[in-house]
């Protein structure tokens, strides 16, 4: 094949590449913005006075009847997330490889100055930065309870020699009487007749419905800063490159 054709083709391949990325990161920003209009668009309410529906509200953690106990720090929870990640080397190059993670969630209440309502987290955007990260490394032991865990995992933190190898360890968890921003679904709660919901909207669960379910350590008033400079990054640099591969395909 002619030499001239191939770097034709891997241009116009390239350019391709380029632009479904830059439509993709397009079409992110687009959703962003859409869930920052939403968000402003919906005031918090107060817990006593929810509706059915989409509902906006914030309050701190009350356990309901179970608690859960975080894998690497042996906290108390409602809800976990953990990372297990090592670095793995490549000529010059290096990356993080993911090796296990996992989480769990319990049922909750969410309370405020009026009153408090039964929370069931599963299937909800958990936007929380990790509450514990650890890195080994040679002569750098992870703790014993990490050991632990990994040991009950077959998973070994050791390499040749028994050199530590470069691993990274992230924990994400909801305590009790943290603060939380939740924009949800109020529907029914199924747990009524159980004993779940002794105390405060009886027959009220947030949950997640067809629009958007999202929990936030943050205040309304940081979420929907974050989602505004996000959505403007991706949109514009979406649109950059949409516009960097179309020329990049003229050429």
């Known amino acids: 094949m002619d030499k001239k054709l191939l770097v034709i083709m891997g241009n116009v391949s390239d350019s391709l590449i380029i632009i479904t990325f830059g439509i993709c990161v397009f079409i992110f920003g687009l959703y962003l913005?859409?869930?920052?209009?939403?968000i402003e668009d919906i005031p918090t309410s107060k817990i006593r006075s929810i509706a059915m529906g989409l509902v906006e509200i914030y309050g701190k953690i009350v356990p309901a009847d179970k608690i859960l106990t975080s894998p690497f720090t042996q906290k108390n929870c409602v809800y976990y997330r953990y990372l297990i990640e090592r670095l793995e080397n490549s000529g010059k190059s290096s990356k993080w490889v993911k090796i296990k993670e996992g989480e769990d969630?319990?049922?909750f209440y969410l309370q405020d100055e009026t009153g408090k309502v039964l929370v069931d987290p599963k299937g909800a955007?958990?936007?929380i930065p990790?509450?514990?990260?650890?890195?080994?490394?040679i002569g750098k032991d992870p703790p014993q309870q990490i050991k632990n865990f990994l040991q009950a995992n077959k998973i070994?933190?050791?390499?040749?020699?028994?050199i530590n190898k470069t691993?990274?360890?992230?924990?994400?968890?909801?305590?009790?009487?943290?603060?939380?921003?939740?924009?949800g679904t109020a529907g029914d709660n199924p747990f009524m007749e159980e004993g779940w919901?002794?105390?405060?909207?009886?027959d009220v669960m947030i949950q997640k419905g067809e629009n958007i379910y999202y929990i936030s350590d943050k205040s309304e008033k940081?979420?929907?800063k974050r989602l505004g400079w996000q959505s403007v990054l991706s949109i514009l640099g979406g649109a950059l490159l949409i516009v960097f591969g179309v020329l990049n395909l003229l050429k």
């Open 167 to 183: 691993m990274r360890f992230r924990e994400y968890i909801l305590e009790p009487n943290n603060n939380l921003y939740i924009m």
């Open 130 to 137: 990790p509450s514990f990260e650890f890195t080994s490394g």
């Open 33 to 38: 913005f859409k869930k920052k209009r939403l």
């Open 197 to 202: 919901a002794q105390t405060g909207i009886e």
């Open 222 to 224: 940081e979420v929907v």
């Open 105 to 107: 969630r319990t049922l």
């Open 125 to 127: 955007e958990i936007d």
């Open 156 to 162: 070994s933190f050791e390499g040749f020699l028994g």
